[in-house]
């Protein structure tokens, strides 16, 4: 089975980030043949500065291997390294409808937020789905708010195998049950973002041990006491069980049941202290990491090469099956 996800490198990755996808990344390089991006080229789809660019992609390069991303037993690599990836997104991009583009949530959502809307906002799942084809992929796995890129993505290779030729897997998604969506810990009732979200209800992967506690302590729950799975009626508490069952291990009924009656305050404690207990050795292993970029650069320089090599028969199939004269 062979498995690909991207990622973003801007914006400081957040528990939601960590429970959505790191943790999955981590979780499925045992399963198959494992490729995971670093989406660098999507990040200019809006307003960026160039410096930011390039230490927030090393950064989140670091922190995947501090996570546990294993060189020797997966790929990891940055997106504009292996130049299949822009090639592929030109030659798919006739097979992608401007009315299926147009519809996608998030370019309506994002467009809706700034003066300057570009073009690479609206084009940006075609590139997605460059990314996910050329690699022959059987399993994406993704969070909640991108089924419709995969989805996309899916209809685009169908098209593009009954025009030119079958030439692509469909691929499928890898969405968690539990733990898809991570909520604000101030609005559980809207995504943990750094971005959209509140600064207190947001918990940074990095975020020191101290900062963690704080933040899980002023979580808003409710007025009531008891520690019920219940995501319309209690929101915020649900949001807290499901934290604690992904990252503590128990699941849900032995949850409610441990603290039945029993109020919130050493319930919010205990999720606490289970968030702290697994990514404050991501932490430190991340500051070890980022210290050394000579290695750091070493490891990406690494992942390109595989990746260049398992990327380019499929580009050269698209562009032989699409008519082009080759050199």
């Given amino acids: ?7 973003q490198p801007t914006g400081a990755k957040h528990l939601g980030n960590y429970i959505g996808a790191i943790r999955n990344y981590v979780a499925t390089q045992e399963k198959g043949e494992a490729f995971f991006c670093i989406v660098d080229l999507h990040s200019i789809t809006t307003d960026y500065e160039p410096e930011e660019l390039r230490e927030s992609t090393l950064s989140l390069a670091a922190l995947l291997f501090a996570a546990g991303l294993d060189p020797d037993r997966c790929t990891l690599f940055v997106q504009s390294h292996v130049r299949a990836h822009a090639e592929a997104a030109w030659l798919l991009g006739s097979v992608a409808s401007f009315g299926e583009l147009r519809r996608m949530t998030q370019f309506k959502d994002k467009a809706e937020q700034q003066e300057f809307v570009s073009g690479a906002l609206f084009s940006y799942p075609v590139l997605m789905a460059g990314d996910i084809l050329l690699y022959g992929t059987d399993v994406v796995p ?4 991108q089924r419709q890129h995969l989805e996309l993505a899916r209809n685009m290779a169908e098209r593009f195998n009954a025009r030119y030729g079958e030439t692509f897997r469909v691929p499928d998604a ?8 991570v909520m604000d810990l101030q609005e559980p009732t809207k995504k943990m973002s750094t971005t959209g979200g509140t600064p207190q209800g947001t918990v940074g992967v990095l975020d020191p041990p101290d900062t963690i506690r704080k933040k899980f ?15 319309a009626q ?4 649900s949001n807290l ?3 604690l069952s992904i990252m503590g291990g128990d699941d849900i009924p032995a949850i409610e049941a441990r603290y039945d009656g029993g109020g919130y305050g050493a319930f ?3 999720v606490a202290e289970a968030v702290v207990a697994v990514l404050d050795p991501i932490r430190t292993r991340y500051e070890e990491l980022r210290t050394d970029e000579p290695q750091l650069r070493s490891l990406l320089a690494r992942g390109a090469e595989k990746a260049r090599e398992v990327s380019a028969p499929t580009l050269e199939q698209m562009y032989e099956r699409m008519g082009f004269v080759r050199p």
Avoid: C
């Fill in 142 to 145: 993704v969070g909640e708010d």
């Fill in 234 to 237: 209690k929101a915020g508490v």
């Fill in 217 to 231: 302590k002023s979580a808003v729950t409710d007025s009531g006491t008891d520690v019920r799975h219940d995501p």
């Fill in 268 to 270: 919010k404690s205990d």
């Fill in 241 to 243: 069980i499901e934290i």
């Fill in 174 to 181: 890898m969405i968690p049950e539990v733990g898809g969506r």
């Fill in 1 to 7: 089975m062979r498995i690909f996800s991207g990622i």
